[in-house]
């Protein structure tokens, strides 16, 4: 387990998007999606397991233009499940990153088997 400051943290979340192509970047930003740090999950959202991170919305690949306004969807990136699981602070940046793109994956309707097959599970 290892702990760092909420503040880096957040800096290894946004060097995660930040290493995003340019394209995907705008995607993101224009798809009406908000991308949260929490300490936990709620219970309603980990249904009793360990979760690293979750997309909650509606993928770019189901939207439509008459649905109509929708609340932001919203990738969560959970800090104290990673943190536990971390051995070091590289290990844990790297965890972070591979959360922060298996989650923006689902965001474009990637599913978890082909998220892992490209290693992003």
Do not use: C, K
């Amino acid at each position: 387990m290892i702990r760092i400051p909420r503040e880096e943290f957040e800096e290894a979340v946004n060097d995660a998007l930040d290493s995003l192509p340019d394209e995907i970047a705008r995607a993101i930003a224009q798809a009406n999606v908000a991308i949260l740090i929490e300490e936990e999950p709620s219970p309603e959202q980990s249904g009793g397991t360990e979760l690293l991170g979750l997309y909650e919305g509606i993928p770019l690949d189901q939207r439509s233009v008459f649905d109509g306004y929708a609340q932001p969807d919203r990738i969560f990136v959970f800090s104290g499940p990673l943190q536990r699981m971390a051995g070091s602070r590289e290990h844990l940046v790297q965890e972070i990153a591979v959360t922060v793109l298996h989650e923006v994956g689902h965001l474009f309707g990637i599913s978890d088997a082909r998220l892992h097959e490209l290693g992003w599970g």
